[in-house]
């Protein structure tokens, strides 16, 4: 077997989905080389074999047009934030720029004396500076054999500026008392005196606007290991020997003790050595019910203590913790997505050579049939102009921008072009339980007195005696006893056993609530039948139970459960509606799983499983040719959502998750999750329609303007009605209205 590495390089200088597919290729090809480039992230992947060094793919992704480097251990600047800045400095001045050169070309009253020097001048470094990163590309692309979306737009800025530049310099068009006005009826040959700067400046501003929406789109695209990072605790208290000290999680080493007081988050992966507590870890494993724990149990990094105190013993430190662990896991399921291109990224490679081809063909042919340099020129400038793609350029960020904008409005984020496709063809949703489907949080699901008639004085009671509890059950006991009684007595003399259960007195009694096991071992209680059968169905339908007792004798149970959210119901409804196929993956227990997915209608239920198994879950339906939509909220269901075609985080989850996400709902409510799908569906059907106009309107006019029928300025104002039609049917989804729930 031949020895290699797997290492992952920062690329830079990408501009579309095209660049990615082009550096791919080109380190695939090298020997032994198996590599993925990920436009969003901006990192490619690539299996370096024995024999060849990282430097060789290095200079390989160099030669191709771009730059590559490792990932530096410490980033002193974000090139992101970097190249969001530049884009909004080139788009505000260009735009400032931009606006008195349309008013001045589109209004004839403001067409003083010598105006289209003053536009000249306003409208050269918008065509220049501001297009200058198209420019750039398209150079890049040019030298390498290669056209995209960049070419068009430069193409087109450049064709508009350099007829201008030659109608005011040789052409009529400098005289002074020049006037444009629009006329449809063509003549051939005809434009000479005409100047195009509003073209040249106005496609500039459109494409940066869209290139700058972008760019901020991608700039939070690494945000998903930074959201996990935070997830841990920056500083832990230090026990070496015998004396407490408050250190940087970072100093930690294997082998140190540290202290985790309640409600403090546990610094990094351990083994308890002295205290019990409830640990809350449903951030890392779905489970709704916090875990009991003492001497000898392992603990992982950034859950959180619940209960008592704990003397831990680091056992991983580092980017060797089950935290450090996810993020990579996160990391590898983005840089291993399958890329989707835009349509118009596509054909660009195709539309581009065979635009610029006619347009020669053009000049060739007036001039061979004996037309003079003008009319020859002025066709072939006509046949590049109208090729030049503002409607291209408009058709999917104007969608986009009215889509999420609307989204938005319903509490839906759509991240950007690449998620729309996946919601179009998604065949199967993979729902998480905890704080998707349920609230997530403990709340009093029933009380079962062993004297019928006396429930509301054993919720009393027991309500009292937990009051002196942060535990969540006893948080939940109690919350529901002052629901349903509207208060409860004080209680004194309170005394818990971690783990097991707790004792108060309350109105003179001695109260206690716990486990069974407790009530007997500790107390000598017998525990009735009727009343083991009542705590025996509640755990089989995966409630959390507690026994009460006073007076020597077992009073009753209470259960206390995660509960449905109330719109869960419809949701899946909803989702077989528009032809998904739900199932529900938890960390919970089986019967927690079963009994919530027989409350909602879902028939396919996976229990008891880690992050890692999430996403192994959905790569088995992707591998049985399924395409996997995936719904949650916790660092948990961070690798999942990563993995999945299309993942959709809920806001009131954590940021990792959100982060890991194609789509965010910021309302907690699964209905958004239609919602989500079905806006997604309709703004993917709208960009389709705009590019198939934007194309239709070229083919349709470029004959025209090959015939001499369509002078420069009537090729400007059929793009500037084909832009306006784009964004007409863009702006169609602001009708967009959310399903009613009933």
Request: include cysteine; proline fraction near 4%; charged fraction near 15%.
């Amino acid at each position: 077997m031949t020895a290699g590495q797997q290492v992952d390089l920062l690329v830079g200088g990408m501009t579309c989905t095209s660049c990615a597919s082009r550096i791919e290729k080109k380190l695939n090809r090298m020997p032994g080389v198996a590599a993925t480039v990920n436009y969003a992230t901006e990192k490619a992947s690539v299996f370096v074999p024995a024999g060849t060094s990282v430097d060789d793919a290095i200079k390989t992704i160099e030669a191709t047009g771009y730059t590559a480097a490792l990932p530096a251990a410490v980033v002193v600047q974000d090139a992101g934030s970097l190249e969001v800045a530049s884009l909004r400095q080139r788009l505000l001045i260009s735009a400032a720029l931009t606006l008195p050169v349309a008013a001045l070309s589109m209004i004839p009253v403001l067409q003083f004396p010598n105006w289209q020097w003053l536009a000249l001048t306003l409208a050269a470094p918008v065509a220049i500076w501001g297009a200058w990163p198209f420019h750039r590309a398209a150079w890049v692309n040019a030298r390498h054999g290669a056209a995209t979306m960049d070419t068009l737009v430069s193409v087109g800025v450049l064709a508009a500026l350099g007829w201008s530049l030659y109608a005011l310099f040789f052409g009529m068009a400098g005289m002074a008392g020049m006037t444009m006005s629009f006329t449809f009826s063509a003549t051939p040959g005809s434009g000479a005196d005409e100047i195009y700067l509003e073209v040249a400046s106005a496609v500039t501003v459109f494409i940066l606007a869209g290139r700058y929406a972008e760019a901020r789109a991608k700039r939070n695209s690494g945000a998903a290991l930074t959201a996990l990072l935070e997830l841990g605790a920056k500083e832990t208290t230090l026990l070496r020997d015998g004396v407490e000290s408050r250190i940087s999680t970072a100093l930690l080493v294997v082998g140190d003790q540290f202290v985790v007081r309640p409600g403090e988050k546990v610094a990094t992966d351990g083994v308890i050595v002295d205290g019990s507590s409830a640990i809350d870890a449903s951030l890392l494993t779905g489970e709704s019910v916090p875990l009991e724990v003492g001497p000898g149990d392992s603990v992982v990094g950034a859950t959180l203590n619940s209960g008592g105190r704990l003397v831990v013993r680091a056992t991983q430190v580092g980017a060797n913790t089950e935290l450090a662990q996810i993020g990579r896991l996160v990391e590898q399921a983005q840089t291993g997505k399958a890329e989707v291109q835009r349509l118009a990224d596509r054909v660009s490679g195709i539309f581009v050579p065979i635009v610029i081809g006619l347009a020669l063909a053009t000049l060739a042919g007036w001039l061979l049939v004996g037309a003079g340099p003008a009319m020859a020129f002025t066709a072939a400038v006509a046949t590049l102009i109208i090729a030049c793609p503002c409607a291209l350029g408009l058709a999917t960020p104007t969608a986009l921008l009215v889509g999420t904008g609307r989204g938005a409005q319903l509490g839906i984020l759509i991240k950007g072009p690449q998620v729309l496709e996946s919601t179009r063809r998604v065949d199967t949703i993979v729902l998480d339980k905890t704080g998707t489907v349920t609230t997530g949080r403990m709340m009093l699901a029933g009380a079962v007195a062993h004297e019928p008639g006396s429930e509301d004085e054993l919720l009393r009671l027991a309500g009292a005696a937990e009051s002196g509890s942060e535990h969540p059950i006893a948080r939940a006991i109690t919350a529901g006893a002052r629901s349903r009684l509207g208060a409860v007595p004080s209680s004194s003399a309170f005394l818990s056993d971690q783990g097991l259960g707790v004792q108060a007195t309350v109105d003179g009694r001695q109260i206690l609530v716990g486990r069974p096991v407790w009530l007997i071992d500790r107390w000598g209680l017998t525990v009735p039948t009727e009343m083991q059968a009542v705590m025996g169905t509640a755990e089989g339908l995966g409630k959390t139970a507690v026994m009460v007792a006073w007076d020597g004798q077992v009073r009753g149970v209470i259960t206390v459960a995660d509960t449905l959210k109330p719109t869960s119901v419809a949701a899946v409804a909803r989702f077989r509606a528009l032809g998904l196929t739900p199932l529900l993956v938890t960390g919970d227990n089986a019967a927690v799983a079963q009994s919530v997915a027989a409350e909602v209608g879902i028939t396919d239920v996976t229990a008891g499983v880690l992050p890692a198994d999430k996403a192994r879950v959905i790569r088995d339906l992707q591998a049985k040719g399924h395409v996997v939509a995936m719904v949650g909220d916790g660092v948990n269901d961070a690798v999942a959502l990563a993995t999945a075609d299309l993942g959709i985080a809920m806001g009131s989850g954590t940021d990792v998750a959100i982060e890991a996400s194609d789509l965010t709902l910021m309302r907690s409510d699964l209905l958004a999750a239609a919602d989500a799908i079905r806006l997604s569906r309709r703004t993917l059907s709208t960009i389709k329609a705009n590019l198939f106009w934007a194309f239709a309107y070229n083919v349709a006019a470029i004959p025209l303007a090959m015939a001499g029928l369509l002078n420069p300025l009537i090729a400007g104002a059929a793009m500037a009605l084909s832009s306006v039609f784009v964004v007409t049917n863009s702006l169609r989804l602001r009708g967009f209205r959310a399903l009613p729930t009933a």
